[in-house]
C-alpha cells in the first residue's frame, strides 16, 4: 500500500521534472540546439506535423541551425512555420538547406529569459509538492480506514518528504544550469 503510494508519487515528481525539461529547451540560448525547434509545426499536407518529423535539424555551428527537409517542396512552409513561431528567428535558405541565425541576445533579453526559467522552475516546484500533498492525503485516508498504523503513516509521510526534497533539489540543479547557459556571454 505504502509502497504504491509512494512509487505513484515518484512517477508524478518525475513528469514534473520531465516537463520542466522540456520547457527549459524552448528557452533559446544564443547558441543554437535543434529542440529549440521542437514546438514549431508544419502544415504537412493539411496536417499539422512537428518539424522533426518532415526534417532534420542540425547544429551547424554554434549559432546557426540547418534544416534539411525530407521533401524539397515544403522548405517554403518550413521556413514560414519557422518565422510563425514565437520564437524570434529568422530562417533562410540556400538551395535544399534552411539555415536557422540565432540572434545575439541582449543583457535585457537574457534577464526576461531568466525570469521566465525561474517561473517555470517554481512550476516544476509546485508540481511537486502537490505530488506529495497527494501522497500526504491518501496515506491519511489509508490510516482513517485502519489499513496502516500511525507509524507506518509517519514512516511514509518521511519517505515522501525525502522524495520531494530530492525532487526539489534537481529542479533547483536545473534551474543554476539554465541560469549559467543564458548569463554566459
Do not use: C
Request: hydrophobic residues 35%; aromatic residues 2%.
Amino acid at each position: 500500500m505504502i509502497n504504491e503510494i509512494k512509487s505513484d508519487a515518484e512517477k508524478r515528481m518525475k513528469k514534473s521534472l520531465d516537463s520542466l525539461h522540456s520547457a527549459f529547451n524552448k528557452i533559446r540560448t544564443g547558441r543554437a540546439h535543434p529542440a529549440i525547434l521542437d514546438s514549431v509545426t508544419v502544415n504537412y499536407y493539411g496536417q499539422e506535423t512537428p518539424l522533426k518529423q518532415v526534417a532534420s535539424v542540425n547544429v551547424e555551428d554554434s549559432r546557426t541551425l540547418a534544416v534539411s527537409p525530407w521533401e524539397k517542396n515544403l522548405i517554403p512552409t518550413i521556413e514560414k512555420a519557422i518565422m510563425m513561431s514565437d520564437l524570434g528567428l529568422n530562417p533562410s535558405s540556400t538551395g535544399d538547406v534552411i539555415r536557422v541565425p540565432m540572434p545575439m541576445l541582449t543583457e535585457e533579453s537574457r534577464r526576461e529569459l531568466v525570469k521566465q526559467a525561474k517561473a517555470d522552475a517554481e512550476h516544476g516546484r509546485v508540481s511537486i509538492r502537490n505530488a506529495r500533498r497527494d501522497a500526504n492525503n491518501d496515506l491519511k485516508d489509508l490510516l482513517k480506514e485502519k489499513e496502516i498504523t500511525e507509524d507506518e503513516e509517519r514512516k511514509g509521510q518521511d519517505e515522501i518528504q525525502k522524495l520531494t526534497d530530492q525532487y526539489i533539489a534537481e529542479v533547483e540543479k536545473m534551474l543554476k544550469s539554465k541560469e549559467d547557459d543564458l548569463m554566459e556571454v
